[in-house]
Nanobody, 120 residues
Framework: VQLQASGGGLVQAGGSLRLSCAAS????????MAWFRQAPGKEREFVSR???????TESEDSVKGRFTISKDSFDTVSLQMNDLKPEDTAVYYC???????????????WGHGTQVTVSS
C-alpha cells in the first residue's frame, strides 16, 4: 500500500491542525495505522495508532487529550491535533503495519511525511 500524508503547516501555539493520510487502496481490517513524528536531530517517535478492525486507539503520553486519531473513510486515517505546542514541531509520518505496536520497525509502509511547525 502507498500512503500520502497531508495537512501540515505553520500554526501558533494553542492552535489546531488536522493531518490526513490517504492509502492507495482500501485499508484491510487487520491493519494498524499509526502516526509517528521526527523532530530535527531526534529519533522518529510514536504518536498515535488505531486498529482498523475495532477502532481501538493508543497515543503517546505527551499528546493524550490533545491529539485524536480516527478513521475518516475506508482508505483514510486522520490525526486531529489541538492545543499544539512548540515541542510538537516535527515532520509527521503515517504508517501501516499489522502489529499493535509503537515501534517504528513494526510498520512496513510509510508516507513521505508532512511538516508541522508550531510557533511560540
Amino acid at each position: 500500500v502507498q500512503l500520502q500524508a497531508s495537512g501540515g503547516g505553520l500554526v501558533q501555539a494553542g492552535g489546531s491542525l488536522r493531518l490526513s493520510c490517504a492509502a492507495s487502496r482500501r485499508i484491510y481490517s487487520s491493519t494498524v495505522m499509526a502516526w509517528f513524528r521526527q523532530a530535527p536531530g531526534k529519533e522518529r517517535e510514536f504518536v498515535s495508532r488505531i486498529r482498523w478492525s475495532t477502532g481501538r486507539t493508543e497515543s503517546e503520553d505527551s499528546v493524550k487529550g490533545r491529539f485524536t486519531i480516527s478513521k475518516d473513510s475506508f482508505d483514510t486515517v486522520s490525526l486531529q491535533m489541538n492545543d499544539l505546542k512548540p515541542e510538537d514541531t516535527a515532520v509527521y509520518y503515517c504508517a501501516a503495519g499489522s502489529q499493535w505496536s509503537g515501534n517504528r520497525r513494526d510498520y512496513n509502509a510509510w508516507g513521505h511525511g508532512t511538516q508541522v511547525t508550531v510557533s511560540s
